[in-house]
């Protein structure tokens, strides 16, 4: 596994990813093919804008696996603290340890420059990621509806 920052090229994949990530959530929609891709497309564009609209500087990282895209990670940060934008790994690449093994450096990486945490969010109805964010020592901060914000505090015992 490896990882390389996105570029515009990456985009049609990115919305591959989407439509992966949302297939299960969307099959039980009697929807046509293409209302379903249209609907796709439309969520992709307006998450993608706001992404990039709001978390600036971030770091926007495609994953590989064998040099092949299966995956992407979005972090932002500041002097305190790392947020995971967002991870999304390709249905075949999840269950691998993949996720556990990206989430290990970004808490390396936060502890290692001397941040105080990092902090995700996680939809309610996704317990898989819930139970993998768990693992990682994430604690549920605040139910906001839809979503869970997550966070994991670096200890004085991580320090030393």
């Known amino acids: 596994m490896s990882w390389r920052d996105a570029r515009n090229e990456d985009l049609p994949f990115f919305r591959r990813l989407y439509a992966d990530v949302r297939a299960t959530e969307l099959a039980a929609i009697p929807w046509p093919d293409a209302v379903r891709e249209t609907f796709l497309d439309s969520q992709f564009t307006l998450q993608h804008r706001h992404y990039t609209t709001h978390y600036q500087p971030a770091d926007y990282l495609v994953i590989e696996d064998a040099g092949r895209p299966i995956g992407r990670l979005y972090l932002y940060r500041d002097e305190h603290e790392a947020n995971v934008i967002d991870i999304a790994l390709l249905g075949a690449a999840r269950g691998r340890g993949m996720g556990s093994a990206l989430l290990r450096l970004v808490q390396r990486t936060a502890l290692r420059d001397g941040l105080q945490s990092v902090m995700l969010h996680v939809e309610q109805r996704n317990a898989g990621a819930r139970k993998l964010y768990e693992r ?25």
């Not at 505090?153 to 991580?158: D, K, N, Q, R, S």
């Open 136 to 160: 990682m020592g994430f604690a549920v901060e605040e139910d906001i509806g839809s979503h869970l914000r997550m966070r994991w505090l670096i200890t004085a015992a991580e320090l030393s």
